[in-house]
Nanobody
Framework: QVQLVESGGGSVQIGGSLRLSCAASGYIFSSASMGWFRQVPGKEREGVAALNSGGTGTYYADSVKGRFTISRDNAKNTVYLEMNSLKPEDTAKYSC?????????????????????WGQGTQVTVSS
């Protein structure tokens, strides 16, 4: 079955960096678009970044543009989220998601549209 397992979360100081990884299995990873989402308890889930199956097309939320970078290694079935210049408002549980039927994210990707598999998430906490 499809599995998405995130790792790399933790606690970091303001301005610090973290690299999240999401290891995928159970489907043809190289054909799927992927995304990262985050959620704080009591708030709506927020799309952070997404990319197409080849890794050549990337999409970001305005709140993370210029600070976060999404990438993938299709040989390792892994998608990454490099997070720099972290702010307290980046504190959330980060989950990766796979859109196994679409090689390119939808224009409304940030709402989770077309993503049909989700990981359990990894916590990121940014503090002073």
């Amino acid at each position: 079955q499809v599995q998405l397992v995130e790792s790399g979360g933790g606690s970091v100081q303001i301005g610090g960096s973290l690299r999240l990884s999401c290891a995928a299995s159970g489907y043809i990873f190289s054909s799927a678009s992927m995304g990262w989402f985050r959620q704080v308890p009591g708030k709506e889930r927020e799309g952070v970044a997404a990319l197409n199956s080849g890794g050549t097309g990337t999409y970001y939320a305005d709140s993370v543009k210029g600070r976060f970078t999404i990438s993938r290694d299709n040989a390792k079935n892994t998608v990454y989220l490099e997070m720099n210049s972290l702010k307290p408002e980046d504190t959330a549980k980060y989950s990766c998601a796979a859109s196994t039927s679409f090689s390119t994210p939808a224009s409304t990707w940030f709402g989770g549209y077309r993503f049909n598999y989700w990981g359990q998430g990894t916590q990121v906490t940014v503090s002073s």
